[in-house]
């Protein structure tokens, strides 16, 4: 019943290509998801990937080719003939899986695909479709609907149902509009079926619906769905009239992306990458952040080599460099780890900023205690230096408030000005911390070392 | 349609709170959805928020429960007789909810609850949750389903489902069973409604069903649900008998906590925070991670400390410890990030941990180069010795090539042995590299220094 895709598995399917076996590679398939065969493309070369696809019947390689990720589908795409493309899926899947893959096809053959598909309906569907934004309630909602009007009675319904539900594989929702199309509703299956048949859906539909427009972004979609659990969203245009619906599949795909996203970027990886992809693709993805790296490095050097004689002079001033980058590095994290996902997860409440920066203050001075103390009472046992025990000290204390701090009000910074707050995480603010946390340790090394000394 | 909580509305709720304005409290609330009032509790007092959940219909009281945080639902209910909780909302929930609510009670007050629930069938269905273990796909489901049996017509079933559904919010599917209850397929509300009434439903159901056993893995479900696009998922016993089912808004919950979790571990915070939860909880969540750091600071200056008297003659060397133990923590990162993404999405595919390693190596020699060639370029430019220069190019891209293969390997190995990978990434793996990154470097300087001054 479940699968699971293995290395004999992928041997078997690649033998069974190589012999040309049609049957048996037909009633491999038949078995399959094709979330399965999806996965299995992922494994083989396009060649072999293409053999199998022209032996799958046409609703299957409809949801094949949606399963596929987007990059491998337009390489799939690439080297399949624009007639077949339209008949073989475009033309049996849902609008808004089709307009996706052809939305990211050049405006030619944009054109050409449209122009080859027989069902008029679909084809102005994702017309449609193609004019909204990506990452907008418009660019997530696909145009299958079930739909009936507050006048008509139940038996009308169920009628007019059969005829409408040919097409949609499940219905979640029947929506209930007016004359002018403007959405009023919805009513359940259960609620007809348990209703005499002449009654009238104005009397029985329930009215308080949710909606989204479809300006509306989709991470904010994702986060109404989410918060009142719901399966299926309608989708309305500026005026109230029902254009589309979001079910809760689409919004999966937000969800699991925004938080992938923020946990590279908070990792130092700028792209969204696989594990298996190329190294060429990996490195584009990660060599913005080490050379950000790279410059604090460079720019620590220069901060150090500033106070080359109080180096010369006290060598162990040099020893508690990686105490001090590495302490304001993990707190500026912590700190704007907490506010990232707040954020993310609407989780701030209505608490000011001010209120939140003086509760980072009051936690970064319990922290600062602890971590201060330990390193004092370490340098009291093992250090002979008053001063470097001092500076030490003092200097880890001020570090993590002022990481703390700073780890705090930068992602909400960015957040005011619209600029992603994970962005604020990982590299960046590991790097600025070691750069002032440097500067901090050796101000208060050279007030100690003068007093001490 | 859409709520959005503000200082203001709060402000404006309190001030009814404090003049009893109950009917205003009512109709104030009586617009709003639970999952919203849940939100306004997070913001009030326990006497104030009591006050308004006293208000409220039994129903919406259940919703409101269900919606609340596991903390402040706990907080919560320890301020109401056990007679209110049971029969104000126990009797109510669906019987997931229920199970999870009593299940974080004390021994006592479970069964004295359950004592006082009415429904005796739901107090049954909540004893039989209760067995589960949390995070598997028993303590997952819920016990309420549309059952039909396989031998029935379609009239019987109707008449059976107008029956079964009074209970159940939404009908997603109808479970089909034969006598001995074993799960036999799904038919939808939308086949019946098109088959003729006496058709049998064993001609007409759908047999090819995905489910899950008890024991299954919360996170197994979820990447189940999330890769076959599932809005809900039958759950079997080991005979195969049907016991209850899962749907998607309990799956996005699993989604979405993994990935949080896994953020918050690479973030150095070890308990799942809220930003508005207090100093206390903060501290305890990020401390641990603080204390490894100190330690790792504490190790590196001792491995300093051991070549005193190379950075006594040589204070230049101190002054790119900051380049190279940002940069392996930089690089480290970003190599178990990709592991532990790839572990959470199923995307590592079939490739061997050879070729992963090997995969690594080759991106991380790239990086090397790249970054150790930047780094040459500084020095030959700004430093007048030729040691130091060849010492902190030779062990950047050392470091690098180091904590690339060691970010990679770590995960894995922690996958292997059942640990989470997610351990490995943030303040363990940066403080790691840190200590042998400074090892790399010393070493690599004490060789330089000997043969080119």
């Known amino acids: 019943m479940k699968f699971e895709l293995t290395k004999e598995y992928i041997d078997n399917i690649k033998d069974v290509i190589d012999n040309k076996d049609e049957a048996k590679a037909i009633s491999l398939m038949h078995e ?32 094949v080719i949606a399963e596929l990720e987007d990059d491998d589908r337009i390489r799939f795409l690439r080297n399949l003939p624009v007639d077949v493309i339209a008949k073989k899926f475009i033309d049996k899947m849902d609008s808004d899986d089709a307009a996706d893959i052809i939305g990211t096809m050049p405006d030619d053959k944009k054109e050409e695909i449209l122009s080859y ?15 909204y934004e990506a990452n907008t309630a418009g660019g997530l909602m696909a145009k299958e609907l079930v739909i009936v009007n507050e006048n008509w009675t139940v ?22 509009v007016d004359d002018d199309d403007i959405l009023k509703g919805t009513i359940s299956l259960k609620r007809m079926i348990l209703s005499p048949t002449s009654a009238k859906i104005i009397n029985i539909y329930q009215n308080d619906i949710m909606s ?26 500026s005026i109230g009239r029902l254009v589309g619906r979001i079910t809760i599949d689409d919004v999966l795909d937000v969800i699991r992306d925004e938080a992938d996203k923020d946990y590279q970027l908070a990792s130092g990886i700028s792209e969204d990458i696989e594990p298996t992809d190329s ?7 990660r060599i913005p952040w080490l050379l950000i790296g790279l410059g604090g490095g460079i720019l620590s050097a220069v901060v150090l080599s500033g106070h080359e004689n109080n ?15 590495a302490m304001g590095g993990n707190v500026g994290v912590q700190s704007s780890a907490i506010i990232v ?39 009291f046992i093992f250090s002979d230096s008053y001063a470097l025990t001092m500076t030490v000290t003092v200097a880890l204390f001020s570090v993590i408030v002022f990481a703390s701090i700073f780890g705090t009000i930068i992602p909400l ?41």
Not at 117 to 131: M, T
Not at 155 to 175: F, G, H, K, P
Not at 418 to 447: E, H, M, Q, R, W
């Open 413 to 453: 910074m960015l957040n005011r000005i619209k600029i992603d707050p994970a962005l604020a995480t990982g590299p960046f603010i590991t790097t600025l911390n070691d750069i002032v946390g440097l500067l901090i340790y050796l101000s208060i090394g050279g007030l100690f070392y003068t007093y001490f000394s």
């Open 155 to 176: 038996l009308t319904c169920l009628r007019e149902l059969s005829r409408q539900a040919e097409d949609i594989d499940e219905i979640y929702y029947v929506y209930v």
């Open 279 to 285: 190294i060429w693709r990996q490195t584009r993805a």
């Open 212 to 237: 989204v427009h479809t300006d509306e972004k989709d991470e904010d979609v994702a986060r109404l769905m989410e918060k009142y659990d719901l399966v299926a969203l309608p989708v309305i245009d």
């Open 117 to 131: 598909i027989d069902d008029k309906e679909q084809a102005g569907d994702i017309v449609d479709l193609l004019h």
């Open 32 to 63: 399959l998801h094709p979330a399965d065969i999806a996965e299995i493309y992922d494994e083989i070369n396009i060649d072999d990937a293409k053999f199998l696809f022209l032996l799958l019947d046409d609703d299957t390689a409809a949801d």
């Open 311 to 325: 180096l010369a002079v006290t060598p162990q001033l040099a020893f508690f460099v990686p105490l001090i980058t």
């Open 341 to 379: 996902q707040g954020l993310a997860n609407n989780s701030l409440g209505i608490e000011s900023t001010f209120v939140r920066v003086m509760r980072e203050l009051g936690g970064s001075l319990l922290n600062g205690i602890i971590c201060s103390s330990l390193v004092f009472l370490y340098n």
